[in-house]
């Protein structure tokens, strides 16, 4: 569904992303993870088509991406973003409901009123949506913007293909919402949606992800896939720290525990 | 989170347009002769052919069709061209204190416009005589494009708008601006010069039809354009990255916008000077009253700058009458305090979440 060939993107002559190939499928959560700076946005950047001329090729749906208008783009796929800076005050229900946006010309139809309204209870955020943006908590505006693109790409039939890109999803939510979010990105995959993100939190990747991508300094380390075995020497050489894998009582998953001498 | 929040837009805009219209009326009796507002309605019921027995003032209507009419109108419509200016670029660079006379565009469009007045019919511009009335407009919009696309320039980095950048080439260039028509005031003739001056600060004194049917006509097509831009410039709200994501071509927008904003503060202010703090203050008035909106900030800038630009132009007609003083006075001695005031109600409530919250 999604296919990047030989990625590189650099500026000036440092390489930020240095040879990718990457393929993805739908229903599928894949979760790219590495040290601050090794790429991971920048990645998620070009897979979303809004970082142009990087070398090399990718392909969405079986076209190349650059083909794509920005309507076309709207329509397919939806990114949330790090941070959002509202200058003026916006009420809630507005900010959701530009995740229609792409979808109506000039008045929102009846079908996006209730598309935002099932996004906004889906994020627990309804009551929220007369107050003004601006007026929110770190934790509150981020679930109204995962509202917002899960508004944006809120499938029209079902097993109609889109994309969700996710960029620290989880980093102003508390223990409660980490999960949630993520279980809503889990439940989204099984739709037949393509969902990747960029996640520190390395417990929580290996909890939910069907594949976990490791970057470094620009390059794919290494990939792991669904319960494959992981090597702790490969997570101690990606985040230069030591640690032990034990096993999650609940879900026999891996928990990284690390060694802070 | 504002005063009318409950209150849906129609009834605002039906408000501040009968306002406009009792604004109109009151304003174009104000004068060396006063016309009261039942003499007012006389002369329009005659002009359509109603009551055609009423004893008319024939001088009294020429007073009114060719003098009062002509000028209040064209208040209206800078007063919304200038203020509409001030929403869009508020909501294009994301800024609160972004108005058509910082960036240089006012500053720019005067400096052609004196350009006009000086070398009317010297070289080139005997040459474009036969533009007739189109000329000054025009080499005020070439002005004010170039000043306009010099600070932009200046103030953007790989497609982003650094707006304190902005800001400062905005001085710089509105500086350079200004000693220029300050240099063509200086070697210009007497009247020239003095209408240069007079003209710097803003005046409506020499409003006729055709000067009002120029801009009005500009004026109306920039804003039925803006308005098809008003979805976007609302997600655009969410940082320019995000606006692309929701499908909009940020670059194409924002050189279709400036070029439309452009011609529409040239425009006006090629007829009537550099009038200032009305295109940064209304929006916020509106903003107060109910949200930003961008398709509510435009039509209702149109409304309210058209009101409040007619009584300021009805207070520089009457405090100092029978003279008159400048208008750009007028605005800035009651613009300024206004901005003022919402910089420190800002400073009050703005503990968190930005100059509204």
Same mark, same amino acid.
């Given at each position: 569904?999604?296919?990047?060939r030989?990625?590189?993107?650099?500026?000036?002559?440092?390489?930020? $992303?240095?040879?990718?190939?990457?393929?993805?499928?739908?229903?599928e959560?894949?979760?790219?993870?590495?040290?601050?700076?090794?790429?991971?946005?920048?990645?998620?950047?070009?897979?979303?088509?809004?970082?142009?001329?990087?070398?090399?090729?990718?392909?969405?749906? =079986?076209?190349?991406?650059?083909?794509?208008?920005?309507?076309?783009?709207?329509?397919?796929?939806?990114?949330?973003?790090?941070?959002? =800076? $509202?200058?003026? +005050?916006? +009420?809630?229900?507005?900010?959701?409901?530009?995740?229609?946006?792409? %979808?109506?010309?000039?008045?929102p139809?009846?079908?996006? *009123?209730?598309?935002?309204?099932?996004?906004?209870?889906?994020m627990?955020?309804?009551?929220?949506?007369?107050?003004?943006?601006n007026?929110?908590?770190?934790?509150?505006?981020?679930?109204?913007?995962?509202?917002?693109?899960?508004?944006?790409?809120?499938?029209?039939?079902? *097993?109609?293909?889109?994309?969700?890109?996710?960029?620290?999803?989880?980093?102003?939510?508390?223990?409660?919402?980490?999960?949630?979010?993520?279980?809503?990105?889990?439940?989204?995959?099984?739709? *037949?949606?393509?969902?990747?993100? $960029?996640? %520190?939190?390395? *417990?929580?990747?290996?909890n939910?992800? =069907?594949?976990?991508?490791?970057?470094?300094?620009?390059?794919?380390?290494?990939?792991?896939?669904?319960?494959?075995?992981?090597?702790?020497?490969?997570?101690?050489?990606?985040?230069?720290?030591?640690?032990?894998?034990?096993?999650? +009582?609940?879900?026999?998953? +891996?928990?990284?525990?690390?060694?802070?001498? | 989170? @504002?005063?009318?929040?409950?209150v849906?837009?129609?009834?605002?805009?039906?408000t501040?347009?009968?306002?406009?219209?009792?604004?109109?009326? !009151?304003?174009?009796?104000?004068?060396?002769?006063?016309?009261?507002?039942?003499?007012?309605?006389?002369?329009?019921?005659?002009?359509?052919?109603?009551?055609?027995? &009423?004893?008319?003032?024939?001088?009294?209507e020429?007073?009114?069709?060719?003098?009062?009419?002509?000028?209040?109108?064209?208040?209206?419509?800078?007063?919304?061209?200038?203020?509409?200016?001030?929403?869009?670029?508020?909501?294009?660079?994301?800024?609160?204190?972004?108005?058509?006379?910082l960036?240089?565009?006012?500053?720019?469009?005067?400096?052609?416009?004196?350009?006009?007045?000086?070398?009317?019919?010297?070289?080139?511009?005997? /040459?474009?005589?036969?533009?007739?009335?189109?000329?000054?407009?025009?080499?005020?919009?070439?002005?004010?494009?170039?000043?306009? &696309?010099?600070?932009?320039?200046?103030?953007?980095?790989?497609?982003?708008?650094?707006?304190?950048?902005?800001?400062?080439?905005?001085?710089?260039? @509105?500086?350079?601006?200004?000693?220029?028509?300050?240099?063509?005031?200086?070697?210009?003739?007497?009247?020239?010069?003095?209408?240069?001056?007079?003209?710097?600060?803003? &005046?409506?004194?020499?409003?006729?039809?055709k000067?009002?049917?120029?801009?009005?006509?500009?004026?109306?097509?920039?804003?039925?354009?803006?308005?098809?831009?008003?979805?976007?410039l609302?997600?655009?709200?969410?940082?320019?990255? /995000?606006? @692309?994501?929701?499908?909009i071509?940020?670059?194409?927008?924002?050189?279709?916008?400036?070029?439309?904003?452009?011609?529409?503060?040239?425009?006006?202010?090629?007829?009537?000077?550099?009038?200032?703090?009305?295109?940064?203050?209304?929006?916020?008035?509106?903003?107060?009253?109910?949200g930003?909106?961008?398709?509510?900030?435009?039509?209702?800038?149109?409304?309210?700058?058209?009101?409040?630009?007619?009584?300021?132009?009805?207070?520089?007609?009457?405090?100092?009458?029978?003279? /008159?003083?400048?208008?750009? !006075?007028?605005?800035?001695?009651?613009g300024?305090?206004?901005?003022l005031?919402?910089?420190?109600? @800002?400073?009050?409530?703005g503990?968190?979440?930005?100059?509204?919250a």
């Amino acid at each position: 569904m999604l296919n990047a060939r030989n990625v590189t993107y650099s500026i000036g002559n440092f390489k930020l $992303v240095e040879d990718i190939t990457l393929d993805f499928k739908s229903g599928e959560l894949a979760v790219i993870m590495g040290q601050n700076g090794a790429g991971k946005s920048t990645l998620l950047k070009i897979l979303a088509g809004s970082l142009k001329h990087y070398a090399g090729e990718v392909i969405m749906m =079986d076209r190349s991406l650059d083909s794509f208008s920005d309507l076309e783009l709207a329509k397919t796929r939806a990114v949330l973003s790090q941070h959002y =800076d $509202v200058s003026f +005050p916006i +009420p809630v229900g507005e900010i959701v409901l530009m995740g229609r946006y792409p %979808h109506f010309k000039n008045t929102p139809s009846a079908n996006d *009123n209730v598309i935002c309204e099932k996004a906004m209870e889906m994020m627990g955020v309804t009551q929220l949506s007369d107050r003004d943006y601006n007026t929110l908590s770190g934790g509150e505006s981020q679930k109204v913007q995962m509202a917002r693109v899960l508004a944006q790409i809120w499938q029209a039939e079902e *097993n109609e293909q889109k994309i969700l890109f996710l960029d620290e999803p989880v980093s102003s939510l508390d223990l409660h919402y980490q999960h949630y979010i993520l279980r809503i990105a889990k439940e989204y995959a099984k739709s *037949n949606i393509l969902v990747i993100a $960029v996640l %520190h939190d390395i *417990n929580l990747a290996f909890n939910y992800a =069907d594949r976990v991508i490791f970057m470094k300094t620009g390059k794919i380390v290494k990939t792991y896939s669904g319960d494959e075995e992981v090597d702790k020497a490969v997570v101690s050489e990606v985040f230069d720290v030591k640690t032990e894998i034990i096993k999650n +009582p609940f879900s026999n998953k +891996p928990i990284f525990v690390v060694d802070e001498k | 989170m @504002n005063l009318l929040h409950s209150v849906k837009y129609s009834v605002i805009y039906w408000t501040l347009g009968v306002l406009l219209v009792i604004m109109v009326v !009151i304003s174009a009796g104000v004068g060396a002769v006063h016309l009261p507002v039942s003499e007012i309605i006389d002369i329009i019921s005659h002009a359509f052919g109603g009551h055609p027995d &009423t004893p008319i003032n024939s001088i009294h209507e020429g007073l009114f069709f060719q003098i009062r009419l002509p000028r209040t109108c064209m208040c209206f419509v800078v007063g919304a061209a200038l203020s509409v200016s001030g929403a869009l670029m508020q909501s294009l660079f994301r800024n609160p204190i972004v108005e058509p006379g910082l960036v240089g565009t006012s500053a720019g469009a005067a400096l052609g416009a004196s350009f006009t007045f000086v070398f009317a019919k010297v070289g080139i511009f005997a /040459e474009l005589a036969f533009l007739g009335d189109l000329l000054l407009p025009l080499v005020a919009f070439v002005g004010g494009l170039t000043a306009t &696309t010099i600070v932009y320039r200046f103030s953007s980095f790989y497609g982003k708008v650094n707006v304190s950048t902005m800001i400062l080439a905005g001085i710089a260039v @509105n500086a350079m601006a200004a000693g220029g028509t300050g240099f063509l005031s200086y070697i210009a003739r007497d009247p020239q010069a003095r209408s240069i001056t007079f003209w710097n600060l803003g &005046t409506f004194s020499g409003a006729d039809w055709k000067s009002v049917i120029i801009v009005a006509s500009i004026t109306l097509i920039c804003i039925l354009a803006v308005l098809r831009y008003a979805k976007p410039l609302n997600a655009l709200q969410l940082g320019e990255t /995000e606006a @692309n994501y929701l499908g909009i071509n940020i670059e194409r927008m924002k050189i279709q916008l400036i070029l439309i904003n452009t011609l529409m503060v040239s425009v006006a202010t090629s007829m009537v000077g550099v009038i200032s703090f009305v295109g940064l203050t209304v929006p916020h008035l509106l903003r107060i009253l109910k949200g930003s909106d961008n398709r509510y900030l435009m039509i209702g800038s149109a409304l309210m700058g058209g009101i409040l630009m007619t009584i300021a132009d009805m207070l520089a007609r009457i405090i100092i009458a029978p003279a /008159e003083m400048p208008i750009g !006075i007028i605005t800035a001695f009651v613009g300024a305090p206004v901005f003022l005031w919402l910089l420190y109600r @800002n400073r009050k409530s703005g503990r968190r979440g930005g100059f509204y919250a």
